[in-house]
Structures are given as C-alpha cells and as structure tokens.
T-cell receptor, first 117, second 111 residues
Framework: GAVVSQHPSRVICKSGTSVKIECRSLDFQATTMFWYRQFPKQSLMLMATSNEGSKATYEQGVEKDKFLINHASLTLSTLTVTSAHPEDSSFYIC?????????????FGPGTRLTVL | GEDVEQSLFLSVREGDSSVINCTYTDSSSTYLYWYKQEPGAGLQLLTYIFSNMDMKQDQRLTVLLNKKDKHLSLRIADTQTGDSAIYFCAEKKSVGDKIIFGKGTRLHILP
C-alpha cells in the first residue's frame, strides 16, 4: 500500500508555544489530506480536510485559528497547533487520499503524540 | 444513532477464526473499509470493498457486505497473536470526501 509519513512522532512542549506537525505522502500525490485527533481508547475525530492549493475545511467545533493547516504541495500538509495548552495533548494522525482507477482510499501516517506541559 | 457501529471487544482463541461485525447507516456509501491499529501506531488499511460487491477475500481476510442490512463483517482465519489490535470499520459517504469511522473493536487473542 501507499506510504504516508508524519514528523515528529513525539513532541513535548510548554504551554503557550506552537507546534508544527508534517504529513507527507511518500509515493503518491494527494490533493486531499485529512487531520484527525484520537483520544485514548477512542475513535478518530476528524478535525479538518486539507486541500492542496486552497483553504482547509474544518469540522464543527474545531478552531481554525488554533489549528492552522497548510497544504502547500501535492505531497505535504502541515498542522500547526498554536498557543498549545495541556488540553491539546493528544494523538494526531493524518491521512492522504489516493484515488486510482475505481479505488478511493485513505492511507494513514503513524501519528504524532503531542504532550503539552 | 452513530453512523458506524461496532462492538467494542472480541476475544478469540489463537488458531480460531475471528469475526468482527459492523453496521453503517448510509445506504449510498460507495466504499467500506477495515483498518487495523496497533498500540501507539497509526491506522493500517487492511482491505476495502466497493459497495457493489458482496464479498472480498485476501489471504486470511474475508470481507462480507450485506447492503440490504447495511452490515459489514471482517473474518480473520487462523487468528494469530500478531492480529491483536483495534479494528476500525469505516464508510465513505456518498457525498464528499469524508470517511466515517466506527469506535473500533479491540481484538484480544487468548492462548
């Protein structure tokens, strides 16, 4: 299957600082990427849909000024958590959409564990 | 109710078959997926089925789709310790790009 990477895998930061997480599709181009948040022992919560060359579409209840998304190229999307607070601590996972022939699938990155002190 | 529902836990003896069930609500869903998540890792796409198919088999994995009942199942033959993980059922809505996930079924393998 297709490969999606995330960097960093883990980050610990102080409250009030900003953290950038990168998501890359390594062997295919992705016009659409997605950012999810996962709480312990819970399902994935879609935060936003990132479209290359245009503004991200945020889900209801997700603050766009706090979670900045940039999809600058067909292989890279970034999520910046601004002015992070302890309640932002979570597991953030990105995915990249691949459409090929009749197939329409999302491939996920390995996730980034964010801890805000 | 929830868009995608699945039971939270399943225990199976090593060597037996595991069957994980899922129900969804959008009768126009185009694709249905099974993802596997191991502790501390992202989601791995195991298999997917197009909505006009009834069954798909891939090595130890068999997916059955009952469109009338909006029921999807994943059968893992000869379950092994490495199959211990959380399995997420997901549907792609007929409109838009989103995939909706269930809460995941934690598969526990008994020795």
């Amino acid at each position: 299957g297709a490969v999606v990477s995330q960097h960093p895998s883990r980050v610990i930061c102080k409250s009030g600082t900003s953290v950038k997480i990168e998501c890359r599709s390594l062997d295919f181009q992705a016009t659409t990427m997605f950012w999810y948040r996962q709480f312990p022992k819970q399902s994935l919560m879609l935060m936003a849909t990132s479209n290359e060359g245009s503004k991200a579409t945020y889900e209801q209840g997700v603050e766009k000024d706090k979670f900045l998304i940039n999809h600058a190229s067909l292989t890279l999307s970034t999520l910046t958590v601004t002015s992070a607070h302890p309640e932002d601590s979570s597991f953030y996972i990105c995915s990249a959409r691949q459409t090929s022939g009749r197939a329409d699938t999302q491939y996920f990155g390995p996730g980034t564990r964010l801890t805000v002190l | 109710g929830e868009d995608v529902e699945q039971s939270l836990f399943l225990s199976v003896r090593e060597g037996d078959s595991s069957v994980i069930n899922c129900t969804y609500t959008d009768s126009s869903s185009t694709y249905l997926y099974w993802y596997k998540q191991e502790p501390g890792a992202g989601l791995q796409l195991l298999t997917y089925i197009f909505s006009n198919m009834d069954m798909k088999q891939d090595q130890r994995l068999t997916v059955l789709l009952n469109k009338k009942d909006k029921h999807l199942s994943l059968r893992i033959a000869d379950t092994q310790t490495g199959d211990s993980a959380i399995y997420f059922c997901a549907e792609k809505k007929s409109v838009g790009d989103k995939i909706i996930f269930g809460k995941g079924t934690r598969l526990h393998i008994l020795p």
